[in-house]
């Protein structure tokens, strides 16, 4: 009588012990899926004996980002533009602005094993120590000069809007295509279709079209603008063409653009 007693007393205890072990194995897997997740944001560690080639290798992703995310985060800021959510976190526009960024550069052939091959040329065979700051800046170089080498190659032919004032006054007709408008001042895109392009054109610059890029233009910013005519585009829709030159100048990411075009 007396042992089934102590066992139902024992009962409960058993299992508020078990309940504990359980509670306890929850929470240290949930601690180790947050550190796995936080992992994935944090400056990678590498040993000291790792060779100043392969840590090259094993920075790169990170330093490029890290590269992008201050200058693009100096560039917003200089434009009025939110970087941080209240808790401090990337808003996640100016994420996926660096991420299309880094893409962008990496389909320049700015790879890892590029930058390898641009410091061994140029910086001889950096000391392990010296590796960060050669990285670094070989980084600020490749950048300045793929960022040279696409806006000459986007903006051959292109003119002022000055100089669109004039071609248009000595133009009849108009002409169906798409149109960009490069604010060179604030390397800032807006990108448009227009059945009447010239007419639409003259219109962003005469205070009837976009107000952002009209206010930018009052204030003394300087702009490109091309022009493509669907006929030479090589497209057959109008809407196709607009959507994939708003996707190649990040347009409605970093730019003027609100959408990605018409679906």
């Known amino acids: 009588m007396i042992q089934g007693a102590l ?15 359980v509670e ?85 052939g700015m790879t890892a094993d ?24 070989t980084l600020d170089d490749i950048i300045r000069q793929v960022e040279e080498e696409q806006s000459n190659a986007m903006f051959t032919g292109t003119i002022s809007p000055s100089d669109f004032f004039a071609l248009r006054t000595g133009i009849q007709g108009d002409i169906v295509g798409v149109y960009i408008i490069w604010n060179q001042t604030k390397d800032m895109f807006y990108v448009g279709q227009a059945k009447r392009l010239y007419f639409r054109v003259n219109q962003h610059f005469t205070g009837h079209g976009n107000g952002d890029v009209y206010a930018d233009y009052k204030y003394g910013d300087q702009f490109r603008i091309q022009l493509i005519t669907l006929r030479e585009s090589g497209y057959d829709d109008l809407d196709k063409l607009e959507r994939d030159m708003i996707l190649r100048y990040h347009a409605n990411v970093d730019g003027y653009n609100k959408t990605s075009g018409n679906q």
């Open 114 to 137: 590029y930058v390898l091959r641009f410091i061994q040329k140029h910086e001889g065979n950096p000391t392990r120590l010296e590796v960060d700051n050669v990285l670094r800046r």
């Open 24 to 108: 306890k194995m929850l929470s240290s897997n949930k601690t180790n899926e947050k550190e796995q997740q936080t992992s994935q944001f944090q400056d990678p560690i590498v040993q000291d004996s790792i060779a100043p080639d392969s840590y090259v290798l094993s920075r790169f992703n990170w330093e490029l980002r890290k590269k992008l995310q201050d200058r693009m985060e100096e560039e917003w800021r200089r434009n009025g533009k939110q970087v941080r959510k209240a808790n401090g976190d990337y808003r996640i526009d100016f994420e996926r602005a660096v991420e299309q960024k880094k893409l962008s550069l990496e389909r320049s």
């Open 7 to 21: 066992a139902v007393c024992l009962i409960p205890v058993i299992i508020v012990f078990l309940i504990v072990i």
